[in-house]
């Protein structure tokens, strides 16, 4: 069974950095065409693509976001770490992690993490 | 980047209706790699379709999805009360792997 779940601070200042970590079980980051992404949604709005990261450190990125995203992984600690920095409050969202499968499809996510922006 | 139109924003039904609801891609989407994916208020999204057409694991055979290139159509045939929620189309054929705005399906 895989799992995923979110971790980070649930309240950051404008201008600052945040590291949210996605740690997951059921399937490693060194297999073959599996990778992981990231996904915000706003409070009552859609979902937007942020970035992923496949098994061999292929890091693709929302051009809209790049100058402030930065994916990495652990393959060893099972973990995927995302930051973004220079935060404003219209960053505020549900941030969600998921795996992509072999197949190329999202699934399953994490339960995701409220992260707000306000000083 | 591909955009994704979801319609109608919004659609009213009652249980038991038929739901169709509508995706449209700005340019075709390789190898019909469009997702949809069920939201209820305070969880994650779940993966319902995905190569268009492929329902995935555990997903009740009332959904059905279809479509190719530019246009995709997520089906619900009978409506049940657990349905009324909120539906996303995504693509994956190219990156980024864009959303739609999204639909609400609620209760008529």
């Known amino acids: 069974q895989i799992t995923l779940k979110e971790s980070g601070p649930t309240l950051v200042k404008p201008t600052q950095t945040l590291t949210l970590t996605c740690t997951f079980s059921?399937?490693?980051?060194?297999?073959?065409?599996?990778?992981v992404g990231w996904i915000r949604q706003p409070p009552g709005k859609s979902l937007e693509y942020l970035a992923l990261?496949?098994?061999?450190?292929?890091?693709r990125y929302n051009p809209s976001l790049k100058s402030r995203l930065t994916i990495t992984k652990d393959t060893s600690k099972n973990q995927v770490v995302l930051t973004m920095t220079n935060m404003d409050p219209v960053d505020t969202a549900t941030y969600y992690c998921?795996?992509?499968?072999?197949?190329?499809?999202?699934?399953?996510w994490g339960q995701g993490t409220l992260v707000t922006v306000s000083s | 980047e591909i955009v994704l139109t979801q319609s109608p924003g919004t659609l009213s039904l009652s249980p038991g209706e038929r739901a169709t609801l509508s995706c449209r891609a700005s340019?075709?989407?390789?190898?019909?790699?469009l997702a949809w994916y069920q939201q209820k208020p305070g969880q994650a999204p779940r993966l319902l379709i995905y190569?268009?057409?492929s329902r995935a694991t555990g997903m009740p055979d009332r959904f059905s999805g279809s479509g190719s290139g530019t246009d995709f159509t997520l089906t619900i045939s009978r409506l049940e009360p657990e349905d009324f929620a909120v539906y996303h189309c995504q693509q994956y054929g190219r990156s980024p792997h864009t959303f739609g705005q999204g639909t609400k399906l609620e209760i008529k």
């Open positions: 190569g268009a057409s």
């Open positions: 998921a795996n992509i499968a072999a197949a190329h499809f999202w699934s399953p």
């Open positions: 990261i496949y098994w061999e450190d292929d890091k």
């Open positions: 059921g399937f490693s980051l060194s297999t073959a065409g599996v990778g």
């Open positions: 340019q075709s989407v390789n190898d019909n790699y």
